[in-house]
């Protein structure tokens, strides 16, 4: 008698460790499916703070970008780019032989982001690189443009000069 009530008792003692662990186990699951969920929710917030921000220190009426491109120019090695806005320098850039891949598999670059009253203005934008030789090969392009109380986009755009064998700089307005 005093056999079976022993084994008993660890029979009891067995079964509830067991079912204890698997208690355990169902509230560690739901501990981390709402640990997953939180962070889920921490990055929507985050994003939606991140565009909040840009709203407020890029209004619509005063801001501006500017982006680059390139497309595949044969004999061109992008090394660095700086723009000057209304004779204030407001950005340089130094890019690395991945970030000039990226641009020629049809990356877009913003390079600067800024407020910018309306009126006229002009930016000046120096591209600084190697030809296939090797030499130093450095561009200045500059665009005048009006600022209207919207956004303004504009593109430093490095394109092939297929006819000349060599590239082409400009400074294009997104519509």
């Known amino acids: 008698m005093k056999a079976i009530h022993f084994f008993t008792t660890i029979l009891l003692c067995w ?46 009426t005063t801001s ?35 970030q000039v891949e990226a641009l020629r598999r049809g990356g877009i670059q913003k390079i600067f982001t800024g407020n910018l009253k309306p009126g006229m203005h002009k930016l000046i934008a120096h591209v600084q690189g190697k030809d296939q030789d090797g030499h130093p090969l450095k561009r200045t392009v500059v665009v005048e443009f009006g600022k209207a109380r919207s956004s ?18 400009a400074i294009v307005e997104w519509k």
């Open 64 to 98: 501006i970008a500017v982006f680059v491109s390139m497309e595949e120019v044969e004999g061109f090695e992008l090394s660095s780019i700086k723009l000057n806005l209304d004779q204030k320098d407001i950005t340089s850039y130094l890019y690395s032989g991945q």
């Open 15 to 60: 079964v509830s460790t067991l079912a204890s662990v698997s208690v355990n186990a169902a509230e560690q699951a739901g501990l981390d499916a709402s640990i997953e969920q939180l962070k889920s929710e921490v990055v929507e917030l985050n994003q939606e703070l991140f565009e909040l921000e840009e709203q407020l220190l890029y209004p619509a």
């Open 152 to 169: 303004k986009y504009l593109e430093v755009k490095i394109s092939n000069n297929e006819k000349q064998a060599k590239p082409d700089f």
